[in-house]
């Protein structure tokens, strides 16, 4: 009897839960959607792979049932998505005061508790002009010569091998330049593989947030940690032995960590390094392999391309001279191709914020401690804004502004948050695209198919033959 009783109150006690879990409270109307299982949530559905160039299925599919504006759940947290927009435009405009960056604590323990995407306020600021400091529009004037020959050199040595992969070959010669002016790191002289701990840890990114030993997540918190390790006993060694001249950008934050009353601690220092060195090289190399890829399969954009820096190299007395910043801000065509790359590139699959109070938007409540996700992929493929959004088009992208981020375009972020990355990595692309359309051909050898889950990945990797062209070559 004593069984069946308790046996009844605790399915009563599953059904309210459940019933709880799926029905959340709100102060108002909250947006159509599905809470899912309880715990779970939609995390599988979310995670799920796609091959596809579209919005993810996830997404796509909650579009057609709920609308621009739908809630979910996902690794345990209530989620509203928005693939509005004017919401997207509401947040980012907000930021700091109704909305605050916000990742899940899985994200957190892969980037770091201190890392600067989880940083607010004077805080965030603070940092972002440290590393304008490196990445400004003043350093990187001087920093475009090593680009230039970096992948001068690479190419070449690619040119000899035979067939290379295109995604891990350009990871690694973006690594290695950032690695330098980062933390005067260099392989050849290291005992310890830093980037190969680089490898562990993005292969666990996009993975189901799993921390048991054998699954790809596990494998990526080893990873960062073995690197923090690293990065930990480099700076060590710096504060034991100074130098009397800025080199890097580790020497720069050395000088901050000892400036009196400073507001750096070695944990955010160690954070930002880390987070810098994953971000300037893996969403670069992803976006140059694309980028590589939508030349294969375009020859007029192809050909248009190549004009346009041939254009550059005939304007100069001497051919074999460096680019200068000139030329490089002269690249029109260049530009459009870049910003087409990453529209369709869609790495960033969403862009995270939490309410920091009850927010009223159009006829929905968003609750307070709710996060918001941002879908930037949605905004890139809207056919309202983009007219036949899944065709490669750089001209479309003619006559307007390139600069920053806006309401139709975030692939950079947007608001305050807005990548200060951004010029670093489109003088990367720019000058290694120069180097390439120049002097070499290139023939696609296999892979350089896509999925995502949800993030972009070539799982097959992008093989290519890459030979030099002769100087009576003309553009084919």
């Not at 796509?60 to 209530?78: A, D, N, Q």
Request: with cysteine; glycine share 8%; aromatic share 12%.
């Amino acid at each position: 009897m004593w069984g069946m009783f308790i046996g009844a109150l605790l399915l009563v006690f599953i059904i309210c839960w459940i019933y709880t879990w799926r029905n959340p409270k709100c102060n108002g109307k909250l947006p159509p959607g599905s809470m899912g299982l309880p715990l779970l949530g939609e995390t599988f559905q979310f995670f799920n792979p796609s091959t596809t160039s579209d919005i993810s299925p996830f997404v796509k599919r909650r579009m057609e049932r709920y609308g621009p504006i739908f809630r979910t759940s996902l690794v345990g947290r209530p989620v509203i998505v928005s693939t509005d927009p004017d919401l997207n435009h509401f947040i980012f405009l907000q930021e700091g005061q109704l909305f605050q960056s916000w990742y899940p604590d899985t994200f957190t323990e892969i980037f770091g508790r201190q890392n600067v995407g989880s940083l607010h306020g004077f805080m965030y600021k603070y940092l972002k002009n440290m590393v304008l400091n490196l990445f400004g529009p003043g350093s990187l004037k001087k920093m475009m010569p090593e680009v230039e020959q970096t992948a001068c050199r690479r190419l070449k040595q690619w040119s000899c091998q035979g067939i290379v992969e295109l995604k891990e070959a350009t990871a690694s010669m973006i690594f290695d330049l950032t690695a330098k002016k980062l933390i005067s790191y260099d392989q050849d002289n290291s005992s310890e593989n830093l980037r190969e701990n680089f490898v562990a840890f993005i292969r666990g990114l996009i993975s189901f947030p799993v921390d048991i030993p054998g699954t790809a997540y596990h494998k990526c918190l080893q990873g960062r940690k073995r690197a923090m390790r690293m990065l930990k006993n480099m700076l060590m060694e710096r504060r034991e032995k100074p130098r009397k001249q800025r080199i890097d950008f580790f020497d720069y934050v050395l000088e901050e960590l000892e400036k009196e009353g400073t507001i750096l601690t070695e944990a955010i220092a160690l954070d930002l390094m880390f987070v810098l060195l994953f971000a300037s090289f893996e969403t670069t190399s992803l976006a140059l392999t694309l980028a590589i890829k939508f030349l294969s399969d375009h020859p007029l954009v192809l050909k248009q391309l190549t004009e346009e820096h041939e254009r550059i190299l005939e304007n100069r007395e001497n051919a074999d001279t460096g680019l200068t910043w000139k030329e490089y801000k002269s690249m029109a065509y260049t530009f459009q191709f870049i910003h087409e790359t990453v529209r369709l590139a869609n790495i960033v699959p969403g862009i995270f914020r939490k309410a920091l109070r009850d927010i009223q938007f159009k006829e929905y409540t968003i609750p307070a401690g709710w996060a918001v996700m941002v879908c930037p992929p949605a905004v890139h493929l809207r056919p309202a804004i983009y007219q036949d959004p899944l065709s490669f088009n750089p001209g479309r992208w003619g006559g307007m502004e390139l600069n920053g981020g806006s309401k139709n375009f975030m692939a950079f972020g947007g608001g305050m948050r807005f990548c200060v990355g951004t010029d670093f990595t489109k003088v990367q692309m720019a000058v290694f695209l120069h180097c390439l359309v120049t002097k070499y051909r290139w023939t696609p050898i296999k892979g350089g198919n896509i999925l995502r889950s949800p993030g972009l990945q070539f799982p097959d990797g992008f093989h290519i033959q890459l030979t030099e062209k002769n100087k009576t070559d003309s553009i084919s």
